[in-house]
């Protein structure tokens, strides 16, 4: 079992920063692959950002490449989103998930998932 928490949503101006943080603890080799989705009221959960915990390899969706960034800390078990220039478009419930392998956004890849940090942008 893997049980994951984030932290770190709030509600921010458009153009503003946020931090979310993704704590993973029990059977973290469960979690060699970890993302953060994202779901807004009315559509489909969406993948924003992955990485491969073991080699440090990062994957982005389009719409936030250059200003998301995924990254570890192995010290404390946390993988961390910093989002940078967020937009309106950016507000949504965000969740961090845990798996193994296979495609980076498909959240049926992913066993586990955290209970979600909301994210608020006004414009």
């Known amino acids: 079992q893997v049980q994951l928490v984030e932290s770190g949503g709030g509600s921010v101006q458009a153009g503003g920063s946020l931090r979310l943080s993704c704590v993973v603890s029990g059977d973290t080799y469960s979690s060699n692959l970890m993302g953060w989705f994202r779901q807004a009221p009315g559509k489909e959960r969406e993948g924003v950002a992955a990485i491969y915990i073991r080699r440090s390899i990062t994957y982005y969706a389009d719409s936030v490449k250059g200003r998301f960034t995924i990254f570890q800390d192995n010290a404390k078990n946390t993988v961390y989103l910093q989002m940078n220039s967020l937009k309106f478009e950016d507000t949504a419930m965000y969740y961090c998930?845990?798996?193994?392998?296979?495609?980076?956004?498909?959240?049926?890849?992913?066993?586990?998932w955290g209970q979600g940090t909301q994210v608020t942008v006004s414009s």
């Open positions: 998930a845990a798996g193994q392998s296979g495609g980076v956004f498909v959240p049926g890849n992913y066993n586990y």
